[in-house]
């Protein structure tokens, strides 16, 4: 993930920061607790297309 596009991505629900996990191939963003596929490189900003993070996560 090149870190000048996640400079200026945003989270589409609250427009807060996203932090890329490249083990799991996802941003996320901690302030709604959801997290965005990255697919073949290109991040799905779509919130139908995010998954919940748990508990865990969230305090991480």
Do not use: F, W
Request: glycine share 4%; charged share 25%.
């Amino acid at each position: 993930m090149d870190h000048r596009l996640l400079e200026i991505v945003a989270c589409p629900v609250c427009n807060g920061k996203l932090h890329y996990n490249q083990k799991l191939q996802e941003l996320t963003c901690k302030a709604d607790g959801l997290a965005y596929p990255v697919r073949d490189g290109i991040p799905v900003l779509l919130e139908n297309e995010a998954r919940t993070l748990t508990a865990e996560e969230k305090l991480s």
